[in-house]
């Protein structure tokens, strides 16, 4: 259990990071062109669903679903929290400068980030028959069909 949560919390300190890292990126490299910083955010949650969609890949394959998505939404929901709460103090604003439509717009964008990571890599490995459920029905087919027959008397 508690390496359980461990990959939880490294995980949503990762995803935390990524924003940490672009938001740094953004204040101290293009803080005065706004297309820049755009692209810095977008290329932002483009890491974040490719880093979500990996850890989907590998932890879909040998967790059932109920588990690792558990574990996967509790990530994103931590590091979530910290990225709108905690990222703008870190390079010195105020979460709730840019007013409420900036500020649940970044929510939106996030969740969507996060969710197309985590679809992507759960569809490309159920595609690849490689997902715990696939793997376990050809474990079951495999067992039924090498087991003989029994003869019913009659």
Same mark, same amino acid.
């Given at each position: 259990?508690r390496? /359980?949560? &461990?990959?939880? %919390?490294?995980l *949503?300190?990762?995803?935390f ?5 672009? /938001?740094?990126? =953004?204040?101290? %490299? ?5 297309a820049? *910083?755009?692209?810095v955010?977008?290329?932002? +949650? #483009?890491?974040?669903? #490719?880093?979500?969609?990996?850890? =989907?890949?590998?932890?879909?394959a040998? &967790? ?5 998505? =558990?574990?996967? @939404? !509790? *990530?994103v929901?931590?590091? $979530?929290?910290l ?5 703008? #103090? ?5 979460? +709730?400068?840019?007013?409420? %439509?900036?500020f +649940?717009?970044q929510?939106?964008l996030?969740?969507?980030a996060? %969710?197309? !990571?985590?679809?992507? !890599?759960? $569809?490309? @490995? =159920?595609?690849?028959?490689?997902? +715990?459920?696939? /793997?376990?029905?050809? &474990?079951?087919a495999?067992?039924?069909?090498? &087991?003989?027959?029994?003869i019913? /008397?009659?």
């Amino acid at each position: 259990m508690r390496e /359980r949560w &461990r990959a939880v %919390g490294v995980l *949503a300190v990762a995803l935390f990071a990524v924003n940490v890292v672009a /938001r740094l990126v =953004t204040r101290f %490299g293009f803080s005065d062109d706004d297309a820049a *910083a755009d692209r810095v955010s977008w290329l932002m +949650f #483009l890491v974040i669903g #490719l880093v979500l969609a990996v850890v =989907t890949f590998r932890w879909a394959a040998d &967790r059932p679903v109920a588990r690792w998505s =558990t574990d996967v @939404l !509790g *990530a994103v929901a931590v590091a $979530l929290a910290l990225t709108v709460f905690v990222g703008p #103090l870190v390079v010195g604003k105020n979460p +709730f400068a840019g007013g409420a %439509g900036l500020f +649940f717009a970044q929510i939106w964008l996030y969740l969507a980030a996060a %969710g197309a !990571g985590v679809l992507v !890599g759960y $569809l490309v @490995l =159920t595609a690849l028959g490689r997902d +715990f459920r696939s /793997r376990q029905l050809k &474990r079951y087919a495999e067992i039924r069909t090498a &087991r003989p027959r029994k003869i019913v /008397r009659r």
